[in-house]
């Protein structure tokens, strides 16, 4: 028997405080030296301690006492199981969930999180969201997925795509990263993400790294982002109505109308981050972030991204700030970016967008609600399974949190049925009841 | 002659159906969550028998995915439940064909300007199925499940997660029953109709 199965059944023995006869034969033949004999009817499941779960904790119900039945676990989980460890359920979590029902759910995804394919899973779930995949013209696209399976593989926090002073190579292995700037943040200086979303005046690059990260799209709230003063800005992006505009070239407004400043204050100050990389994705020392005048709008020279700014002693300046306190490179604006308000509950939204193969316009739908109960229930969940760390929640934090949730299961197979389908408050949590994971 | 068992043909007419695509040529898109929620999906109950007895808050599902509605999945995935089934390594040249026409099927290369595709029309269907006639004639296969009917409740156990029901297997038996075909070919066209179903390449 599979030893990640063993340690499985005896977190469900201990939280149930029973046992099948059938799964004690099984679990004779390993190493275990747990004794159980109470015996359970098939698709039966036993209640946990009434108070407390293994840690001493109060328990929460489990999803069998919420009312699901074995056949609505196996249904759930042959849902996201493909998705999330690239295949189907096997004989041994089949057997779990026979005996145990739903309350089979949670150490059955506390235990795929540990599968090398969940490492894989998580790669192309940020291959898809950066767009980020294969090689061309010597430029290695797969560097920001090979860090996110990396940190996944080595239970590093999620956040760690943005603060990582260093990319990983297809072996697994850390090396520099491919820009050439003397700084790393991550997946953020690689020249995948940065030729993947390369445009004039680092638009694209500012809004993908703030909607990605941040769930935050442009206008975005003047709290969490205050626009830079209007005289700093070049001016056709201080333009707040169609007669404020004074450049020929913008008179008939682009993207948000005639509105410039709107985004464009809030825009100036993440695009800056980027303007000494070229569109190849390299970093320029020398660069000006002044406009080309014989290119067209928003590029500079060098095949460079011209900056928001007006003065050209600020243009070239990779000072900038985010979420008003200032920074002086990516690095720094990753930092505030990771531990900004959404982070983590944006990074639930990402799990379930790619768990039920939703589309980032669906994605947006997802309550709010859920995503920051799930964001709260990530970092306890960090911090019981890793009190010294001063790290963040981890992939599979992420994945164990939101995939558990009763209700996104209630959204994924709808509510259990029958008559003692008797439910609990809906944003209660199930892995305390089989103690920490 | 590849014969489709009616599973099969249920499947693309209910994706033509659901899309409301007029022509079998067109690309079929795989809807987007449209559904309405179904009655009673959208209250959680509290409490020991409802939300009135207990005034518990109700909640609405907190996102849409139109649980009747197809999602193709994601080629990779695709991929990887086949190896799982061969136990087959992905170089295997059983997969030649499913790794040569790969972007053809869904799969990204963002580098080299290719997008994941997650539609699915009657010609990628076709080529889904060529695919898979190498995948099903490998020895792993075949000697794993050797024998069709005998072993044909194994082998969709196997590859739908799920034992198939009466009604599943007798889509595949009267394809089994035609004596037009050989052995070897009725086996190979059963399993590539079954690999080619709803139930394998979609959720």
């Known amino acids: 028997m599979n030893p990640r199965h063993l340690v499985l059944l005896a977190t469900i023995a201990l939280s149930t405080g029973c046992y099948d006869g059938a799964l004690a034969e099984q679990a004779s033949t390993g190493t275990t030296t747990t004794t159980i004999s109470t015996t359970l009817e098939p698709g039966t499941t036993a209640s946990p301690d009434e108070s407390t779960g293994t840690t001493g904790e109060p328990a929460e119900p489990g999803l069998g006492e919420l009312g699901y039945s074995p056949e609505d676990a196996r249904e759930y ?59 061309k013209d010597g430029v290695d696209f797969e560097l920001p997925g090979n860090l996110a399976a990396h940190l996944a593989r080595n239970d590093r926090p999620y956040s760690e795509l943005l603060t990582a002073d260093y990319c990983v190579d297809g072996a697994g292995t850390p090396i520099p990263c491919d820009t050439g700037a003397p700084y790393q943040a991550g997946v953020l200086t690689t020249r995948a993400y940065l030729m993947a979303t390369a445009s004039r005046f680092n638009l694209r690059r500012a809004r993908r790294m703030m909607f990605i990260f941040a769930c935050a799209t442009y206008p975005m709230d003047e709290l969490l982002q205050p626009r830079i003063n209007k005289d700093y800005l070049i001016p056709m992006f201080r333009a707040e109505t169609a007669d404020e505009q004074t450049v020929p070239e913008a008179a008939n407004g682009f993207g948000n109308g005639a509105a410039c400043y709107s985004c464009h204050g809030q825009f100036s100050a993440h695009a800056q981050l980027f303007v000494r990389f070229a569109q190849d994705g390299l970093w320029h020392a020398d660069a000006t972030g002044l406009q080309d005048p014989e290119n067209e709008l928003g590029r500079s020279t060098n095949g460079l991204y ?22 002086s490179t990516l690095v720094d604006a990753a930092r505030v970016l990771a531990t900004g308000p959404k982070f983590t509950s944006c990074a639930a939204r990402n799990v379930l967008e790619y768990s039920f193969g939703m589309s980032e316009t669906e994605a947006l739908l997802i309550e709010q609600a859920l995503l920051d109960d799930l964001a709260v229930r990530a970092e306890a969940r960090d911090q019981r399974l890793r009190p010294d760390s001063t790290g963040s929640p981890t992939f599979g934090d992420l994945f164990v949190v939101a995939l558990t949730h009763p209700r996104v299961l209630q959204a994924v197979i709808g509510m259990p049925l029958g008559d003692d389908a008797a439910v609990l408050d809906p944003s209660l949590s199930l892995a305390p009841a089989f103690g920490a994971p | 002659m590849l014969l489709q068992p009616r599973a099969l043909i249920t499947w693309t007419l209910g994706i033509a159906l659901l899309t409301a695509c007029g022509s079998a040529s067109q690309p079929l898109e795989t809807p987007a969550s449209t559904t309405e929620p179904e009655p009673g999906s959208t209250t959680i109950i509290a409490g020991s028998s409802s939300s009135e007895d207990t005034g518990a808050e109700q909640l ?104 198939p029901g009466p009604e599943q297997l007798a889509d595949f038996e009267s394809l089994l029953g035609d004596a037009n075909l050989d052995e070897p070919t009725r086996h190979a066209s059963v399993c590539a109709a079954a690999l080619t179903a709803l139930e394998f390449v979609a959720r």
């Open chain 1, 77 to 135: 989980l042959a849902i996201i199981a493909p998705l999330v460890v690239g295949r189907l359920l096997d004989a041994e979590e089949d057997n779990l969930i026979y005996h145990f029902g739903a309350e089979a759910i949670v150490p059955i995804v506390e235990a795929w999180v540990t599968e090398p394919a969940f490492a894989e899973s998580v790669r192309m779930l940020m291959q898809v969201k950066l767009a980020a995949s294969g090689n």
């Open chain 2, 60 to 163: 609405p599902d907190p996102f849409e995915l139109g649980r009747d509605n197809v999602r193709l999945l994601p080629f990779k995935v695709r991929f990887n439940k086949l190896q799982q089934l061969t136990g087959l390594p992905a170089e295997d040249p059983a997969f030649d064909v499913l790794r040569a026409r790969r972007y053809e099927l869904g799969d990204y290369d963002y580098a080299g300007g290719v997008n994941p595709d997650l539609t699915w029309s009657a010609a990628k269907i076709s080529l889904w199925i060529s695919a898979m006639l190498p995948v099903c004639r490998a020895p792993a296969l075949i000697a794993r499940f050797p024998v069709f009917p005998d072993d044909l409740s194994k082998f969709l156990t196997a590859a739908y997660g799920t034992a």
């Open chain 1, 306 to 327: 011209t900056s928001h700014f007006v003065s050209p002693l600020a243009a070239p300046q990779e000072i900038s700030q985010m979420f008003n306190e200032p920074v």
